[in-house]
């Protein structure tokens, strides 16, 4: 029998646009996260960082509840059509997200209690349970009670004078079953009492009543002492819940005056948004859980019975306490390239060739020294940034305050709107306008998610542009644990893009005709889009590799569907959600997608064009989504240095495409397989391999 010939394949495959041929951006973005929790269970990871990625997984949990599944609750709720291209629609994909998000908890709780806690206190870290508490540690816990918590408590009997209380969203809580009458002949049976933020969750019991690193929780705590909340009741029942609510912001922005005072207005109210989820110990009654259920106004699907603490994420707190190094992935010092180790003549050099900083391989430092070298410059005149994730004490937000005192000209164009970031931002734009940097919130419904910084420096041929891109936020903390690429240039036509941008974000007219960058909302798409036709045409010669952290755009996936069908070779590494399905006869077999999950978490955007024997490549702030390449200001800057070119193509893909350390292949049923290597000493991991190159050399320039 002939072999089925490529256009015949395609001709008998379904439709480009059919519902099959896509998988569930919400399914795959929990599919990630069981990816991260295997490395809890990966027992080459070291024993402290396990616990971490145990409670990685709790807070991305926690952030998908929050807008993922409130998104679908309420377009369930308004009767809402399906809305991605797998045409789920809301009722089944609701249904198919709780049955997942089930195992992913539950798998939390058996590695919790069946792997990380008995390794853990077999190196001396132990969470002691209220059965094992010795006298002298429960006289201490006792009065620790009584002076840090006990004043901070509210009891809350739930009777006609006393409503059920506002639970804040994540926040532990307790109900307690109760029995009796009290001075005033009233009788409750449920109360309800909220542990206070500002307690820890975790409490560490003096060296000298326990071992070394002995921890109680706080939930244990008060369950101890509860009887003296209510005095002359008899406790029936004492069971932990937590609700995670709607944390989506609503402000129209086209309808308010001032975008920072509507959002301030707006944040407090967060916390009390609609429930989406309900948390309780497996210990709870049911007649308990139905009452939450019922004032929560919430569905079986939205229970999760849990079989240990409420909140797996507070747990991080013991790696910061415990002082035991040897349980932690070992130290590294950031490579250095010997053109940024004068970081008074950046400027100069800069005028001779591009900067390149692989992060977190190598330092953030140089990116630091560029702003802190115009601050103090009296050549620079003017700085212009982009701000959509820092810390409002960050060195950046510090160099910019300086700059303005300094008689520069600052703007700084601060994304308000960053998910969970609004409270950060808005006290980081009220520093910055307080001493005259002129303060842009970006652009009425298109987030500013570009990152750019660029420098007006008056030299003796006029005034000249310096810039930074790079593929990840100002944020100094992220820097040391995303993977990220940076660009500083003085190259002519990026920087005068940067400027043009610049100048249309801030004030108004018709978007400007860019001479090299791709800019999210108006080139980026059709530029991806050009590129793929550009291999489609060069057929089985083609070659493509993409590596982003989302794939989801529907337009962008035909397109690669379409060139897997001519013959083009297509890799791509994408971290978090795909609904891209490789491997379907007819349509992507010559698509391959794996995700990497290591140490660092993969942040950088990579697309690679072979363009036949002429490659063509760009970094990006931009993933593969319809928000990032229709609502949001993105930038994609092109890599025209042969050698940068080459560096990023080894650096960022091929040391990628040969892991088989830390590799996910994606199947066409949108599991994922893991190409772990048997033989660890010979697995080839990107991350490991970089660092090894950083270490040992930091000549790259």
């Known amino acids: ?403 303005a005192m300094a008689g520069k000209q600052v703007t700084a164009v601060v994304e308000l709107k960053a998910r969970f970031d609004e409270a950060n931002n808005i006290r980081m734009a009220e520093r910055l306008e307080e001493v005259g940097v002129q303060v842009v919130y970006g652009v009425v419904n298109h987030k500013v998610h570009a990152k750019m910084i660029l420098i007006l420096r008056r030299e003796e041929d006029g005034i000249r542009l310096y810039g930074h891109l790079g593929t990840g936020n100002y944020h100094p903390r992220n820097a040391r644990i995303y993977t990220d690429l940076s660009l500083l240039t003085a190259n002519p036509d990026i920087t005068a893009d940067m400027n043009d941008l610049f100048m249309h974000i801030t004030g108004m007219g018709k978007a400007p005709q860019l001479r090299c960058l791709l800019q999210s909302p108006f080139t980026m798409f059709q530029g991806i889009q050009d590129a793929i036709d550009t291999e489609i045409r060069h057929g089985s010669k083609g070659r493509i590799i993409v590596r982003v952290n989302a794939l989801v755009d529907p337009d962008l996936i035909r397109a690669l569907y379409r060139a897997s069908q001519a013959g083009v070779e297509i890799d791509l590494v994408v971290r978090g959600a795909c609904a891209l399905r490789p491997g379907i006869p007819g349509v992507s077999d010559h698509i391959r997608v794996r995700s990497i999950v290591g140490r660092f978490l993969e942040h950088s955007r990579v697309y690679y064009f072979g363009n036949n024997g002429h490659p063509r490549l760009w970094i990006s702030s931009a993933d593969w989504m319809g928000r990032n390449l229709f609502r949001r200001l993105e930038v994609a800057v092109p890599i025209t240095d042969p050698d940068l070119r080459a560096r990023i193509l080894t650096e960022t893909l091929q040391l990628y495409l040969e892991d088989d350390c830390n590799a996910w292949a994606m199947r066409a049923d949108g599991d994922y397989d893991f190409l772990r290597n048997p033989t660890d000493s010979h697995c080839k991991s990107a991350q490991d391999r970089l660092l090894e190159h950083y270490n040992r050399s930091s000549h790259y320039g």
């Open 1 to 403: 029998m002939s072999e089925v010939s490529a256009p015949e394949k395609a001709r008998s495959a379904p439709p480009l646009d059919s519902p099959e041929l896509y998988f569930n951006r919400d399914l795959s973005i929990l599919a990630f996260n069981q990816r991260v929790l295997a490395l809890a269970d990966d027992q080459r990871v070291p024993l402290l960082e396990r616990l971490r990625y145990l409670t990685i997984v709790s807070s991305n949990l926690d952030e998908f509840f929050e807008v993922r599944m409130a998104g679908l609750l309420q377009r369930l709720k308004f009767g809402a059509g399906p809305l991605g291209p797998d045409m789920l629609g809301p009722h089944r994909e609701i249904e198919a997200v709780a049955k997942k998000a089930h195992e992913i908890i539950s798998e939390q709780y058996r590695c919790l209690n069946q792997r990380l806690l008995p390794a853990l206190a077999k190196e001396g870290i132990r969470l002691l349970r209220r059965r094992e508490w010795r006298a002298a540690q429960k006289r201490w816990i006792g009065n620790y009670f009584q002076t840090e918590v006990l004043p901070l408590l509210t009891p809350l009997s739930l009777d006609p004078a006393h409503p059920f209380p506002k639970v804040q969203n994540k926040g532990l809580n307790f109900a307690i079953v109760l029995e009796g009458q009290d001075a005033y002949g009233r009788h409750s049976p449920i109360a309800i009492v909220q542990a206070p933020r500002i307690l820890p969750r975790i409490i560490w019991i003096p060296e000298h009543l326990a071992g070394p690193n002995d921890f109680v929780f706080l939930s244990s705590v008060i369950h101890e002492h509860v009887q003296a909340l209510f005095p002359g009741l008899t406790i029936q029942g004492f069971y932990q819940f937590r609700v995670t609510r709607n944390s989506e912001l609503f402000v129209d922005e086209e309808e308010v005056d001032n975008l920072l005072d509507a959002l301030a207005d707006e944040l407090p109210l967060r916390p009390f948004g609609e429930a989406v989820r309900l948390e309780v110990a497996n210990n709870c009654p049911r007649e308990v859980v139905e009452y939450l259920l019922k004032h929560f106004e919430l569905s079986e699907s939205n229970l999760y019975s849990l079989q240990g603490p409420v909140n797996l994420s507070r747990l991080a707190a013991i790696i910061e306490m415990v002082r035991r190094p040897d349980l932690l992935y070992p130290p590294f010092v950031p490579g250095l390239p010997p053109v940024c180790s004068h970081p008074e003549n950046i400027f100069a050099q800069l005028r001779e060739a591009p900067i390149l900083l692989h992060h977190p391989y190598q330092s953030f430092n140089p990116v630091l020294d560029f702003l802190r070298q115009a601050v103090s410059d009296p050549k620079v005149i003017g700085i212009k940034q982009t701000l959509y994730r820092t810390t409002p004490d960050s060195p950046i937000i510090d160099a910019l305050i300086e700059a």
